[in-house]
T-cell receptor, first 113, second 113 residues
Framework: AQSVTQLGSHVSVSEGALVLLRCNYS??????LFWYVQYPNQGLQLLLK??????LVKGINGFEAEFKKSETSFHLTKPSAHMSDAAEYFC???????????FGKGNQVVVIP | DTEVTQTPKHLVMGMTNKKSLKCEQH?????MYWYKQKAKKPPELMFV???????INESVPSRFSPECPNSSLLNLHLHALQPEDSALYLC????????????FGPGTRLLVL
């Protein structure tokens, strides 16, 4: 079964500093990987998606993620944090056939002015 | 347009009440989902509909009853809920079931008294 691991539930970053959220996956088949963002009292919004077309994936709001098969990783980065980036971020992997999403535990990002 | 709408936004109900949550999408998607999300946790899958037929039921208690009247509409009927059922209920849709992006609605915040 597919799964993802996100370490460090709370991540504090200074405004203007690099945002780095780590995600490692486990999958017996080539995975489809997703990063979603959830702002307070809202639903999940897709940030970006890996579908094997390119290892470096660019998403919305200046975020990008790099798929590294050798490290089974799909880390999310943004060069310069903005106050509006404060939110919960979930990494997820999709199972082939039924589209069941396996979510990581999430990272709560706090941006310090 | 990648919008999934959900009504109501908030719902308070007693343990003897019957209520329904509604989800709608007009993207032509043929798969629709219900998730339950507790605070500071990732969403948990409850049900999946594919082509208006129930595809997955994650052993959800019978006090939750899903319904898919047509390809655009998904309901969740609630009856005799417990306080522990208080949560954010999220609806999502995807074009199909083959590792495709799920688009989430804003959710219904449910409080059971």
């Amino acid at each position: 079964a597919q799964s993802v691991t996100q370490l460090g539930s709370h991540v504090s970053v200074s405004e203007g500093a690099l945002v780095l959220l780590r995600c490692n996956y486990s999958s017996s088949v080539p995975p489809y990987l997703f990063w979603y963002v959830q702002y307070p009292n809202q639903g999940l919004q897709l940030l970006l998606k890996y579908t094997s077309a390119a290892t470096l994936v660019k998403g919305i709001n200046g975020f990008e993620a790099e798929f590294k098969k050798s490290e089974t990783s799909f880390h999310l980065t943004k060069p310069s944090a903005h106050m509006s980036d404060a939110a919960e971020y979930f990494c997820a992997v999709s199972a082939e056939g039924n589209n069941r999403l396996a979510f990581g535990k999430g990272n709560q990002v706090v941006v310090i002015p | 347009d990648t919008e999934v709408t959900q009504t109501p936004k908030h719902l308070v109900m007693g343990m003897t009440n019957k209520k329904s949550l509604k989800c709608e999408q007009h993207m032509g998607h043929r798969a629709m989902y219900w998730y339950k999300q507790k605070a500071k946790k990732p969403p948990e899958l409850m049900f999946v509909y594919s082509y208006e037929k129930l595809s997955i039921n994650e052993s959800v208690p019978s006090r939750f009853s899903p319904e898919c009247p047509n390809s655009s509409l998904l309901n969740l009927h609630l009856h005799a809920l417990q306080p522990e059922d208080s949560a954010l209920y999220l609806c999502a849709s995807s074009p199909g079931l083959s590792q495709e992006t799920q688009y989430f609605g804003p959710g219904t915040r449910l409080l059971v008294l």
